[in-house]
């Protein structure tokens, strides 16, 4: 393989290990998952370890995150096993930060016990919403009694660092109810906040409820009228938004998300998992089975296997760097990969023409209204050919 190695030296890098294991699918989820089973649950654990001693970095990862799946849905004894083996894999090293998503059902005390015992030092629970009846339009199967329980329970354990995931404009919810959900979410204390607009993925139940006109989505402009209240809101109680989703309070800006947002490195362990690392890019194959079959056979599979080009790599950094509120230093990132694309003069210079963004120097963001439509610039700059 021809290795890209890119001018800034040592590229931080960070672990992902995905969990595909779900109770059960929500309306609104296309992740890979399996059902818990022990014997599915053995067979994962087993190919963890051989992954992780087969494929270890070549220098200690800083951050790592376990994402899913429903990572928390682990037994205690099973959260230790794959703690061991990442840690193990990792030089011995723990990382600085690192994170594991838990559903609101299954937090239990003895896992969050277990995990910060590991060296876990960062909770992500998935609320989506306080409201039942949102939930219920989602077809999450926690109640708010079992949000409320788990938000006690990961204070009384000893957890500081605490993201809180939110979904709005769901089928049923009013600005109302999401200004709601935001109060309810700053009163429980979290140091972070992820706040997503609900996407009707293809396939998904609630993509299906939709095309046979049970659903109603909201449209781009009461999309927008959310978006704005939750920066609003969140603003006027600390929480500084550094990413267009993400809103965290001084020093707990999700460190594992920025180094993949400013394209360093990165390694994916488990089905569905994704890397960027020496040069290029893979994915695990989003099967348990394939994925063990390639971990036996000593061949792993991947799919959408790709090497890096600067081009690539290039756009990459403009894309996410331009979702985040400081937005990207031109300059830097020409010095970094080579260049530019040839295109992205000409395309910033009709952004700062129609308001969309700003600059001073050689750092270029988005202003406010330019964030609102920055799914269809990434795409613009995605499609920049040289």
């Not at 682990?74 to 894999?89: H, I, Q």
């Not at 306080?130 to 409320?148: M, N, P």
């Not at 890019?281 to 599979?301: D, I, V």
């Not at 023409?353 to 963001?365: D, I, Q, S, V």
Request: charge should be negative; aromatic fraction near 8%.
């Amino acid at each position: 393989m021809t290795i890209l190695q890119a001018k800034a030296e040592q590229p931080r890098l960070g672990l992902y290990l995905h969990i595909p294991f779900c109770a059960r699918c929500c309306d609104f989820c296309a992740f890979y998952q399996e059902a818990p089973k022990r014997a599915e649950l053995d067979r994962y654990l087993d190919g963890m370890e051989r992954s992780l001693a087969s494929r270890p970095p070549d220098r200690p990862a800083r951050t790592a995150f376990w994402g899913g799946g429903t990572p928390g849905l682990l037994p205690p004894a099973d959260l230790e096993r794959l703690g061991r083996a990442m840690v193990r894999a990792n030089h011995g090293v723990v990382p600085e930060e690192w994170t594991v998503e838990m559903a609101p059902a299954t937090v239990k005390a003895g896992r969050l016990d277990r995990l910060l015992a590991m060296g876990v030092n960062r909770i992500s629970i998935g609320v989506q919403s306080f409201s039942a009846r949102t939930l219920a339009a989602l077809g999450r199967i926690h109640s708010t009694a079992q949000v409320e329980h788990a938000l006690r329970t990961v204070r009384e354990a000893g957890f500081a660092n605490l993201n809180l995931d939110l979904m709005f404009a769901i089928p049923g919810q009013s600005i109302g109810d999401w200004e709601a959900d935001l109060r309810e979410a700053v009163a429980a204390g979290p140091a972070h906040l992820s706040c997503y607009c609900l996407t009707f993925e293809e396939d998904t139940a609630l993509w299906l409820r939709l095309q046979r006109g049970e659903t109603r989505r909201h449209s781009g402009e009461e999309e927008a009228a959310f978006y704005e209240r939750s920066t609003l809101l969140l603003e006027e109680a600390g929480f500084r938004q550094y990413e267009i989703s993400n809103f965290a309070r001084p020093g707990h800006a999700c460190r594992h998300n920025l180094n993949t947002w400013d394209m360093q490195e990165w390694l994916g362990y488990g089905p569905s998992a994704s890397s960027q690392y020496r040069g290029w890019r893979w994915t695990e194959p989003p099967s348990l089975a394939a994925w063990l079959e390639g971990l036996q056979s000593g061949k792993p599979a991947c799919i959408d296997e790709q090497p890096l080009s600067p081009t690539l790599l290039a756009q990459d950094a403009l894309i996410f760097g331009l979702r985040r509120n400081e937005g990207v230093d031109c300059a830097g990132l020409a010095a970094r990969f080579g260049r530019l694309p040839s295109e992205w003069e000409t395309f910033a210079a009709s952004l700062l023409e129609e308001g969309l963004a700003a600059a001073e120097g050689t750092r270029f963001r988005l202003t406010p209204r330019g964030r609102l439509l920055a799914d269809r610039i990434g795409a613009a700059i995605l499609e920049m050919t040289d």
